[in-house]
C-alpha cells in the first residue's frame, strides 16, 4: 500500500513547477503537476489529491477561480503560490479558501514546511476524532454493562 501524500502542483511557468515538483519528490510526496488549473480540477474530480499547490497566474481559469471550484466540493489543504504580493490579493485567496499564500520568488524550504505543517495538523486532528470516538464506544459499553447488571 502507497501511504505518501498525493499533492497537485499547477503553475503555467514549465521550469518552475519542475522545480517545485523535484523538490517535493525528494520530500518523500507523490506529485502531478499541471500546466493549468483547468487540467488540475480534471484531475481532481477523477482522483482527488491531499493536498494542492497552486499559482495565481495562469492561462484559462486562475488560480483565484481554481481555488473556488474546489471549496465547493472539497476541503483539500490548498497552498497558493503567486508574484501578486498585494495585501487585497492575499486576502482574497485567503477569503476563497487557501490554506497558505506564498509569495515568489520563495524558498522550497518554506513551502515544504507549511505543506509538512498542515498535514502534521490534519492527522492531529484525525487522532483526536478517533479517541473521541473510542471513548465514546467505551461509554456505551459501560452504560450497557451498568443496564445489564440491574
Request: net charge negative; hydrophobic share 45%.
Amino acid at each position: 500500500m502507497n501511504d505518501k501524500k498525493r499533492i497537485y502542483l499547477a503553475d503555467d511557468e514549465k521550469s518552475i513547477r519542475e522545480a517545485i515538483k523535484l523538490f517535493l519528490e525528494s520530500a518523500n510526496y507523490e506529485v502531478t503537476a499541471f500546466a493549468t488549473g483547468d487540467l488540475l480540477l480534471e484531475a481532481f474530480a477523477q482522483n482527488p489529491a491531499d493536498l494542492i499547490v497552486l499559482d495565481v497566474m495562469m492561462p484559462g481559469s486562475n488560480g483565484f477561480v481554481v481555488c473556488k471550484a474546489l471549496r465547493k466540493t472539497s476541503t483539500v489543504p490548498i497552498i497558493m503560490l503567486t508574484a501578486r504580493d498585494s495585501d487585497l490579493d492575499y486576502a482574497t485567496g485567503l477569503d476563497l479558501g487557501s490554506d497558505d499564500y506564498l509569495i515568489k520568488p520563495f524558498s522550497p524550504m518554506a513551502l515544504v514546511k507549511r505543506i509538512e505543517a498542515i498535514f502534521r495538523r490534519i492527522a492531529f486532528e484525525h487522532a483526536k476524532k478517533l479517541d473521541l470516538a473510542k471513548q465514546e464506544l467505551l461509554e456505551q459499553e459501560a452504560g450497557k454493562n451498568e443496564n445489564n447488571e440491574d
